[in-house]
């Protein structure tokens, strides 16, 4: 569901900026522009919005115990996040997709606003609740369940900034490689037109700006995770034992048996910045957190692969800028071997996002809900077989949905959208 | 009796605690009635296309479009609402019943997706995707089926049990199929219509048989409820219930044999009662359940949220309930009544070589 939702999020202000465009006076090729995207993104709308069901059932199911304990703030969380999915869709999102030609050029672009904002707001609620998990605030645990004190702070808690800095440049990043990759993809075979020129510059300032932008964030937000979760912090650093500075590990083989790391590569007393201090000074170590750290491997490895994608990223987008820069942003004007790795990266957005999600949730186990509620204690005794089945029934599914996406978009991409009508109320 | 109700809980009937839950369970009833009755017809159509000659499958599947937009949220809402007003029921339900869920939310997922992407691609994959909704339309039938079965026997998992369940899908898809079928003998006229007949008639009496046999296993494996629709000062309603599902059957089954033997007109008349055997069957359950969320374990006022959690919720849904009520009717209003097939439409003939090119 992830996946699509953050194609949803980024194309959304992505297809407003192109619709924008389209108003002013050189409109062909905007115009152009949207018409494409805006098919990828009811793509990755009827995707994101299909498989959230599933999400929310899963939740529900594997978790049962869960929404007893911090029901009282989830509950109006999701409540918010499906209603506002639900009048934005209702609303807006038909009138954008089926009613341009009823509408003026601006009403359609201000559809087109109120579509973007309506995703975003939905992805505020989840993040809000996500984040609340992690680093919960504004509560009151009493009785095995939580009371809320005061919505502001439960709504602005510490982490939610960052995480919601992450996810909106995770989805600007994985939207500008997805334009990037199309646009290359289509340089691969035949000369590209102006609109998809524009497409492709407006995709790498899009992936220079986010790659670096993304970067400040999670050196960013990893204070804030030494702060409220440094058993977190710390098996991130594979810090075994507390002392007075750590080196910044750049990579290691973490052992759990001999608490040690293998084959370590550092940088000596870097990394003293993203772990957590205690009263005399000293940096707490994963010895202090004796049965309740998450599994160091994980978590280690997680973030290291995030971060190589990440940058990866960043360099490929530095280098297309830099190359096409002079050649007026054609990808034509890009060597064969380097439109190849384009078209390659157009889903590393999704590498990414998956690294970094296996890294929330391995980093922030034991837990479900920072230092209440462990994930042992809200697990349903559902039979393993039936969880088995169900599992290899669910990739088979996404798999297969994951194919037509793959294979209208190949389509798409090579002969052109055509354009479909539908009428509310009406057959 | 709502006061009644309430000092036999022994609190105030003004006091929030008391009448939250209650506005929010009517919520999520209605919620749960427009949920099967209006996905019912689409679910209906859906299974049906597997057994409708190929040519006729588009047809069936362009007349389901104005609605699936509206149809594929209902889950959602009857969803997020049971998470959000009644978390402490959410648990010890959603944790019983991991195998039917998965599937629901399995088919649920395929009809949706395979819909749009049907709609989006090229001619070529186009009856791919169409077996694709066909088929998750059974998945979500059959899943329908399976839930009913356990939330009436109250999660039980043994052997007889398991046929019982199996039963109840079957009979579920049987109900579906016969509101779908009912629902095109009213929209569509020439030979889907007739094929519509026939599959109407097979499934009727297993829609009947399936509304039976939920209501007796109902009330034998609930002794509060046997007692509650024999005893006590409401059995003339059961009795009225009873007497008008089984008109209904009844009359479908007539009106369907008349279709076939003299009569070829349209008709609304199966349709509005299968409506009604569905709205009596839930309406039913609805009654025997109250105040149950769980039978003979949770009532609502144990599962609901705290009142500020309430309050705020419903604060959400009275913003959004005038928005899905609007947008709701404007959609709905135009479900009834035959519909004609859109005409392709006339170009003009185009001389060549006239004015210039022609792209």
């Known amino acids: ?427 | 009796m709502i006061t009644e109700l309430a000092t036999a809980l022994g609190v105030n009937a003004h006091d929030p605690a008391f009448w939250m839950p209650l506005v929010f369970m009517g919520l999520l009833f209605a919620i749960i009635v427009a949920g099967t009755v209006l996905d019912g017809f689409d679910i209906g159509v859906g299974c049906l296309a597997l057994f409708a000659p190929a040519d006729l499958r588009p047809r069936m599947l362009s007349l389901l479009s104005p609605w699936r937009d509206a149809n594929e949220f209902w889950l959602f809402l009857g969803m997020g609402l049971f998470v959000s007003a009644f978390p402490h029921a959410w648990g010890s339900v959603m944790g019983e019943l991991y195998l039917p869920l998965c599937l629901l939310a399995l088919g649920v997922l395929l009809r949706s997706v395979s819909f749009e992407l049907r709609l989006r691609s090229p001619q070529e994959l186009q009856s791919r995707w169409l077996f694709g909704f066909a088929l998750g339309s059974l998945i979500t039938a059959l899943a329908h089926g399976f839930l009913l079965a356990q939330v009436v026997v109250t999660y039980q998992d043994d052997a007889g049990y398991f046929w019982f369940s199996v039963f109840g899908g079957l009979s579920a898809l049987a109900a579906y199929c016969l509101l779908g079928s009912a629902w095109l003998i009213m929209r569509v006229a020439g030979e889907l219509r007739a094929r519509a007949v026939m599959w109407g008639r097979r499934a009727v009496r297993w829609a009947a048989a399936g509304a039976v046999g939920v209501s007796v296993v109902l009330a034998f494996s609930n002794a509060g409820i046997f007692l509650k629709w024999s005893d006590g000062p409401h059995w003339p309603i059961a009795v009225t219930l009873w007497v008008c599902l089984l008109a209904c059957f009844v009359s479908i089954e007539m009106c369907l044999q008349r279709m076939i033997n003299s009569s070829y007109r349209t008709t609304a008349l199966p349709f509005v009662m299968t409506l009604l055997v569905f709205l009596i069957t839930l309406g039913g359950l609805g009654y025997s359940f109250f105040p149950y969320l769980v039978l003979d374990d949770i009532t609502i006022w144990d599962a609901a949220a705290s009142v500020d959690s309430l309050r705020l919720v419903l604060a959400v849904a009275v913003v959004a309930l005038p928005v899905a009520l609007i947008f709701n009717i404007w959609v709905y209003w135009r479900m009834f009544g035959l519909s004609i097939a859109p005409t392709p439409p006339e170009f003009k003939e185009q001389a060549p070589n006239e004015g210039g090119t022609v792209a």
């Not at chain 1, 995709?203 to 960013?220: P, R």
């Not at chain 1, 940058?311 to 071997?337: E, F, K, N, Q």
């Not at chain 1, 978009?409 to 009406?426: D, E, K, N, S, W």
């Open chain 1, 1 to 427: 569901m992830l996946l699509f939702l953050v194609i949803e999020l980024g194309l959304a202000w992505v297809l407003l900026y192109f619709k924008v465009r389209s108003l002013g006076a050189d409109n062909a090729p905007w115009t152009e522009a949207y018409r494409f995207w805006v098919r990828v993104f009811a793509l990755a709308f009827v995707l994101s919005l299909a498989s959230g069901m599933p999400v929310l059932i899963q939740f529900g199911s594997l978790w049962p115990a869960l929404m007893e304990k911090i029901g009282n703030v989830a509950g109006p969380l999701l409540a918010a996040a499906i209603l506002s999915t639900f009048i934005f869709k209702s609303c807006f999102l038909g009138a954008m997709l089926f009613g341009q030609r009823y509408v003026s050029d601006r009403v359609h672009a201000l559809l087109v606003l109120m579509v973007a904002m309506g995703v975003l707001i939905s992805c505020f609620c989840l993040l809000v609740l996500v984040s609340w998990m992690h680093t919960p605030a504004g509560v009151n645990w009493t009785e095995g369940q939580y009371h809320v004190l005061d919505w502001w702070t439960v709504l602005f808690n510490p982490s939610l900034p960052w995480y919601a800095a992450i996810f909106v440049l995770a989805s600007a990043l994985t939207v500008g490689f997805l334009m990037l990759g199309v646009g290359a993809a289509q340089a691969l075979r035949r000369p590209v037109n102006e609109s998809e020129r524009f497409v492709f510059r407006t995709a790498v300032y899009i992936a220079c700006v986010a790659t670096v932008l993304q970067g400040l964030a999670v050196a960013g937000s990893g204070q804030v995770t030494a702060q409220y979760q440094p058993a977190k912090a710390a098996a991130t650093a594979a810090y075994w034992r507390s002392g007075p500075q750590a080196d910044l590990v750049l990579f290691a083989v973490p052992d759990e048996q001999a608490a040690a790391n293998r084959l370590a590569w550092t940088w000596r007393n870097a990394g003293s910045y993203w772990l957590q201090r205690d009263d005399s000074g000293n940096l707490r170590g994963l010895d202090r957190y004796a049965g309740m750290a998450p599994p160091v491997g994980l978590t280690f490895w997680s973030f290291r692969l995030a971060l190589l994608v990440g940058l990866v990223m960043a360099l490929v987008a530095l280098i297309t800028l830099r190359r096409t820069r002079r050649a007026h942003y054609d990808p034509g004007a890009l060597s064969r071997g380097w439109r190849h790795v384009l078209a390659w990266m157009t889903f590393s957005g999704w590498v990414l996002l998956l690294a970094g999600l296996a890294y929330m949730f391995f980093g922030s186990f034991p837990y479900a809900v920072t230092g209440t509620v462990t994930v042992s204690e809200i697990m349903g005794d559902i039979h393993f077989d039936a969880l088995l089945g169900g599992y290899i029934a669910y990739l088979v599914l996404y798999g297969v949905l994951l194919l037509g996406f793959f294979q209208l978009l190949r389509h798409i991409a090579r002969y052109g959208v055509v354009p479909i009508a539908r009428r509310r109320g009406r057959a």
